[in-house]
């Protein structure tokens, strides 16, 4: 009979298994023990890497938003009225749109008229239909369609309704002497404030633009495809308020320089009129 195992064999089996355990894995080092170039990695990169875990990046900051482009701007930026007053104002600013009539369109005739007040409202503003047949519109520049002629009105009663509007009156404009040409119309020359004509607008002698002046004087961008006689009027009459006060005073100063002068002509031909060696006859 075989031999039994002695009893301290069981005891001992129970304490092998308490160290047959998995003991628990030591918390790993960090990545300088695990990897050694990880030092010389990590300084070479910038100060602001953040290689951590996802969760733990700080959120990335947004784009830097770039200003738009000032040409862009200023084509977003209309002339608008300064007040709700429609009342007709000591000064009103006009302008016209033509069409081509006559041989080849090379005439010019009136086909519509804007009046706007010194707030920039419209006071007037009405299609016309010419004398004579129409050849050309002109559309790429006045805006003017065969659709408008069907409400258009007749010429005599567009020129009888602006030569009542503007009688005594400043008129405001930009090259008016073609407006009141094509309107069979004269105006003051003392009541006349022309954007095209004042001195201290041109440059090198020369007259500028209505387009260029907005754009240096209002900082707008008008007449970019179509012309729009309510947006020219406006330019033309912000662009005069704007220096009403220098233009004035330059026509008060000119006006009293010519007075002068021709004072001093009339003397100077008076004096020269009398001979002081004929005798007077004495009645």
Same mark, same amino acid.
């Given at each position: 009979? &075989?031999?039994?195992?002695?009893?301290?064999?069981?005891?001992?089996?129970?304490?092998?298994?308490?160290?047959?355990?998995?003991?628990?894995?030591?918390?790993? #080092?960090?990545?300088?023990?695990?990897?050694?170039?990880?030092?010389?990695?990590?300084?070479?990169?910038?100060?602001?890497?953040?290689?951590?875990?996802? %969760?733990?990046?700080?959120?990335?900051?947004?784009?830097?938003?770039?200003?738009?482009?000032?040409?862009?701007?200023?084509?977003?930026?209309?002339?608008?009225?300064?007040?709700?007053?429609?009342?007709?104002?000591?000064?009103?600013?006009?302008?016209?749109?033509?069409?081509?009539?006559?041989?080849?369109?090379?005439?010019?005739?009136?086909?519509?008229?804007?009046?706007?007040?010194?707030?920039?409202?419209?006071?007037?503003?009405?299609?016309?239909?010419?004398?004579?047949?129409?050849?050309?519109?002109?559309?790429?520049?006045?805006?003017?369609?065969?659709?408008?002629?069907?409400?258009?009105?007749?010429?005599?009663?567009?020129?009888?309704?602006?030569?009542?509007?503007?009688?005594?009156?400043?008129?405001?404009?930009? #090259?008016?002497?073609?407006?009141?040409?094509?309107?069979?119309?004269?105006?003051? +020359?003392?009541?006349?404030? =022309?954007?095209?004509?004042?001195?201290?607008?041109?440059?090198?002698?020369?007259?500028?633009?209505?387009? =260029?002046?907005?754009?240096?004087?209002?900082?707008?961008?008008?007449?970019?495809?179509?012309?729009?006689?309510?947006? =020219? &009027?406006?330019?033309?009459?912000?662009?005069?308020?704007?220096? +009403?006060?220098?233009?004035?005073?330059?026509?008060?100063?000119?006006?009293?320089? %010519?007075? +002068?002068?021709?004072?001093?002509?009339?003397?100077? %031909?008076?004096?020269?009129?009398? =001979?002081?060696?004929?005798?007077?006859?004495?009645?």
């Amino acid at each position: 009979m &075989a031999a039994e195992r002695p009893s301290s064999v069981a005891p001992a089996t129970a304490a092998n298994r308490r160290t047959l355990k998995r003991k628990p894995k030591a918390k790993s #080092a960090g990545p300088s023990a695990l990897n050694p170039n990880w030092a010389q990695l990590q300084s070479k990169l910038p100060a602001s890497t953040f290689l951590g875990k996802r %969760k733990q990046r700080p959120a990335p900051s947004p784009p830097p938003q770039l200003s738009p482009d000032p040409e862009e701007a200023e084509l977003t930026i209309k002339l608008e009225p300064t007040s709700d007053d429609t009342s007709l104002t000591k000064a009103l600013a006009l302008d016209c749109e033509m069409v081509g009539v006559g041989a080849g369109g090379s005439k010019s005739a009136l086909a519509r008229v804007t009046l706007v007040n010194s707030f920039g409202n419209v006071v007037y503003d009405e299609y016309v239909r010419p004398m004579e047949r129409i050849v050309d519109y002109r559309t790429h520049i006045s805006g003017i369609r065969p659709k408008h002629m069907n409400k258009a009105k007749d010429f005599s009663i567009v020129q009888k309704d602006v030569a009542e509007l503007i009688t005594g009156r400043v008129l405001v404009g930009h #090259a008016l002497h073609h407006d009141l040409k094509v309107l069979l119309l004269g105006h003051p +020359k003392k009541d006349i404030r =022309d954007t095209s004509e004042y001195e201290f607008f041109r440059r090198e002698g020369k007259r500028r633009s209505l387009k =260029d002046l907005a754009s240096q004087e209002l900082c707008v961008k008008i007449q970019q495809k179509e012309h729009c006689p309510i947006e =020219d &009027a406006r330019a033309a009459m912000f662009i005069y308020k704007k220096h +009403k006060k220098g233009w004035e005073k330059n026509r008060k100063d000119q006006f009293r320089f %010519k007075n +002068k002068k021709v004072k001093k002509r009339g003397s100077k %031909k008076s004096s020269e009129g009398k =001979d002081l060696n004929v005798p007077t006859v004495l009645l």
